[in-house]
């Protein structure tokens, strides 16, 4: 063979070998690429910060339950309330976007007892979510360890609307905010236990803060302890036994019937007779029989929340019960002031 053509020839199967070899380096690289991917996410995941994090989706009932949520789960968790403040929790109609919401939920916590039996079950059935369903990991129910009152012995519809398991009211009075609280920090950490030591102290946080508010409204209504008063319906027990008030009667003749004359002309008696002077009642009842009682008897209607958000003023549990706590001290004096 002659010489030109072995030196082609040998230039060919260099340029072969090379390309082989440069296929076979770049097949290799991939493969570690590949495998070294894993490792990649996983390493910017926890570099990220908890909010950059996906958080928990948490549903509640209640604003007021929303709030408490909020305060234990921190920026882990992103919370909302079917139920508005100034809503009768009784009575809120289910609508798609709630069943739409409770079916990416992670978590749903609800007052419990009989409060909201009329809309609550057929949004969680439709959902479709089986971690939010009784029993589930994501169900919790707020009312668990709440020393409940006015638990009725025996039921009858001459009674009126009767809570066969107990005045289901709890959260109005600020003690059973700690009983809330822990029942939501154990669901919590169910659902998310390596957020354990985060939810915790967070936890301990709000129990620091709601205990120093305890007192201090406490103090603000001591010199009015045993004062009676006059509620339109039977909602306040909690409230009434929290700071150690009297609600001597009731507008309405038993709970949910509407005031009649006859009822109106007791309170009227009532609150002449007993120097009776203050009225409460909530945003979602309208005012007219108690505006119509103090113009005969004297006195004056004071609306309380029943609810976080029930005014525009009222963001946290905690506002909650500073504006109603200064609405009644602002009663009282006025009426020691005549």
Do not use: C
């Not at 009784?90 to 809309?119: C, E, Q, Y």
């Not at 398991?165 to 154990?186: R, S, T």
């Not at 946080?205 to 039977?234: C, R, S």
């Amino acid at each position: 063979m002659p010489t030109s053509t072995r030196l082609v020839t040998s230039e060919k199967l260099n340029k072969g070998k090379l390309k082989t070899r440069t296929i076979e380096l770049k097949r290799k690289m991939k493969m570690l690429e590949n495998r070294s991917l894993p490792v990649i996410v996983l390493l910017v995941l926890l570099a990220l910060p908890a909010s950059a994090q996906s958080k928990l989706d948490v549903v509640t009932t209640l604003p007021d339950l929303q709030n408490i949520v909020e305060s234990i789960g921190g920026e882990r968790v992103e919370a909302s309330s079917i139920a508005t403040g100034y809503q009768n929790p009784h009575f809120v109609d289910p609508k798609p976007s709630h069943i739409r919401k409770l079916s990416r939920a992670d978590m749903f916590v609800t007052v419990g007892l009989d409060l909201t039996t009329g809309w609550v079950p057929p949004l969680l059935t439709s959902s479709r979510n089986s971690s939010i369903q009784p029993g589930g990991s994501g169900y919790i129910d707020a009312s668990v360890n709440v020393p409940l009152l006015q638990v009725p012995s025996s039921v009858s519809r001459e009674q009126g609307d009767i809570h066969v398991f107990g005045n289901p009211h709890y959260w109005l009075d600020p003690a059973i905010g700690h009983v809330i609280a822990h029942n939501i920090f154990d669901g919590l950490v169910r659902i998310q236990p390596e957020s354990e030591d985060y939810f915790r102290a967070n936890l301990e946080a709000f129990d620091t803060a709601l205990d120093a508010k305890i007192v201090e409204w406490q103090e603000m209504m001591a010199p009015f302890a045993g004062t009676d008063i006059i509620a339109y319906h039977n909602q306040w027990p909690y409230f009434e036994t929290a700071f150690d008030l009297r609600i001597a009667e009731f507008l309405e003749p038993k709970p949910g019937i509407p005031p009649t004359p006859s009822q109106l002309a007791k309170v009227i008696d009532m609150m002449e007779g007993q120097n009776i002077d203050v009225i409460i009642i909530s945003p979602y009842f309208k005012a007219d029989s108690a505006e119509l009682v103090v113009r005969s008897a004297g006195g004056q209607v004071v609306t309380l929340a029943t609810s976080v958000a029930a005014f525009d003023e009222i963001v946290t549990y905690f506002d909650l019960f500073d504006y109603n706590v200064n609405a009644l001290v602002n009663a009282f004096s006025a009426k020691a002031g005549d």
